[in-house]
């Protein structure tokens, strides 16, 4: 599982990429297997509902026989501060057995007149064997995340622990 939620660190940052500059973001899902290597598909719909469905549909179908995969697109998330804008982000690792980790990671919209931040991200959900060793898994998705050369800086310059 490890090295899937490496996959999603990757891939959220580069979400947050897109995201920072106000852009939505089109539902992506990445793939990797040790036979075809690393990719990942957009899910483009004129509803961003349909997008993410069509991604969902893909990532518990499989069809191109992955072994870890990474769900990410633009959603909410409530916290006690209220509605939150976040990227949802749906971890699969495809090993025996399967095991799926749901985080989210808020961010403040680029148009809020305070300007974009990204908060902290959230486990919501484990599904898999044993419980969830948490720390080991956040090390992991931040060591994916530093890995975007492009997006880390973006991720770190506005990064905003407080909620």
């Not at 990719?39 to 870890?68: I, S, T, W």
């Not at 998330?77 to 057995?97: C, F, H, M, Q």
């Not at 599904?127 to 080991?136: E, F, L, R």
Request: charged share 20%; glycine share 8%; aromatic share 10%.
């Amino acid at each position: 599982m490890e090295r899937a939620i490496e996959l999603a660190g990757f891939f959220a940052a580069h979400g947050i990429w897109c995201v920072a500059e106000g852009e939505p973001l089109t539902p992506m899902l990445a793939q990797e297997s040790a036979a075809y290597g690393r990719n990942m598909l957009r899910f483009a719909a004129d509803q961003l509902e349909d997008g993410v469905a069509q991604a969902q549909e893909y990532l518990d179908q499989n069809p191109g026989q992955a072994e870890r995969a990474a769900l990410v697109y633009d959603g909410f998330i409530t916290l006690p501060t209220g509605r939150t804008d976040a990227l949802i982000v749906l971890v699969r690792s495809y090993a025996r057995p399967p095991t799926t980790l749901t985080m989210a990671v808020p961010y403040r919209h680029a148009q809020s007149p305070s300007g974009f931040a990204l908060h902290r991200p959230k486990f919501l959900g484990w599904q898999g064997p044993g419980t969830a060793d948490y720390k080991a898994l956040g090390d992991a998705f931040f060591r994916g995340v530093e890995s975007h050369e492009a997006a880390a800086p973006v991720w770190a310059q506005h990064n905003d622990d407080s909620i």
